[in-house]
């Protein structure tokens, strides 16, 4: 009994370490595949940023907070940095709005109908961003498609102001981020077991009261991640409010675009860089605080 027990312990012992070793095999697997990405964004992208961001500390080769002070104290940069807020938040509550029935659908339909909504929802990245806007300007123009469509039906009776404004810049937004919105639902939307819904049926709930009690509360995560995203995305936009957005619509990325190439004031651009990079790395803690990410990469709604 004694030997046999031996044996056993033994041959458990090597299956342990046998099984440490593929373990530590595909780390160094996986670690070979990721270290020249790694290495791609550490000299492109972590150095220049990391190089860049304290000129934001320096005025007058003295150190010194004169730019954080200048972004947080005058008139026009607050009302910038107050008008970048509620577009990306606007962007964000839209794109929701449209996003979450188009993911339903998309998570609970099968056959041709998912294809034709992968089509619709793939399309937009195989344009370029430009080409869109421009697309647009020809739809909402004073003279555009939509005023002369309006007009010759007898909706209007002079063009309506549809760019160059407000509007304009949330028609562009919602829908460059609308693709974001509906992948980053859907992928926790795909994870929820229809088996939840059905078991809601047998104890006699209604479909609307399945769907607040149990779909809903699922696919938050979901909900949070697609949001997170938009509205970090959309708060440092810069093409489509400089093509379809007036003066009352400049965004904090078109003033550090300026300050770098018009008036060349670097430490101002980089303490408002710093500004944007505090704010997005806020988010994303608070997120992970709320709602763990691992949920949406592991695509689990629960």
């Known amino acids: 009994m004694t030997q046999g027990a031996n044996a056993v ?8 370490k046998h099984l440490a070793k593929l373990e530590r095999r595909e780390k160094l697997i996986y670690f070979a595949f990721v270290m020249p990405l790694l290495v791609y964004l550490a000299i492109f992208f972590i150095y220049p940023l990391f190089s860049f961001l304290p000129t934001s500390f320096y005025y007058e080769g003295a150190f010194s907070f004169d730019k954080y002070l200048r972004a947080f104290t005058r008139p026009v940069y607050l009302r910038i940095l107050r008008t970048s807020f509620i577009i990306a938040g606007s962007t964000t509550l839209i794109t929701l709005i449209l996003a979450y029935p188009v993911a339903y659908l998309f998570t609970n339909v099968s056959g041709k109908m998912k294809g034709v909504i ?4 793939i399309l937009p990245f195989w344009t370029s961003i430009i ?8 739809l909402l123009g004073h003279n555009g498609i939509f005023n002369r469509m309006f007009l010759e039906a007898g909706v209007i009776s002079e063009p309506i102001p549809m760019m160059f404004n407000r509007f304009g810049v949330l028609v562009g937004m919602v829908h460059f981020m609308l693709p974001y919105m509906v992948l980053s639902i859907y992928a926790v939307m795909s994870g929820i077991p229809p088996d939840y819904m059905r078991a809601g049926a ?21 909900v ?19 093509l379809l957005g ?33 704010v997005t790395t806020t988010l994303y803690i ?9 949920r949406i990469y592991e695509g689990k709604g629960q």
């Open 9 to 16: 312990v033994t041959s458990q012992s090597s299956y342990a």
């Open 131 to 138: 080409v869109r806007m421009y697309a647009w300007m020809s």
């Open 286 to 294: 608070i997120y992970q605080k709320v709602m763990s990410v691992e």
């Open 118 to 121: 992968t089509a619709f929802i």
């Open 224 to 242: 949070g991640a697609g949001c997170l995203l938009v509205f970090i995305l959309a708060l440092a936009f810069y093409i489509t409010p400089a």
């Open 202 to 222: 047998n104890l006699g709930a209604a479909p609307l009261k399945r769907f607040i009690k149990i779909y809903l509360p699922l696919s938050m995560p979901g």
């Open 246 to 278: 007036g003066l009352k619509d400049t965004m904090i990325a078109q003033i550090i675009d300026q300050e770098m190439r018009e008036t060349f004031d670097w430490p101002f651009a980089a303490a408002l860089s710093t500004v944007l990079i505090i």
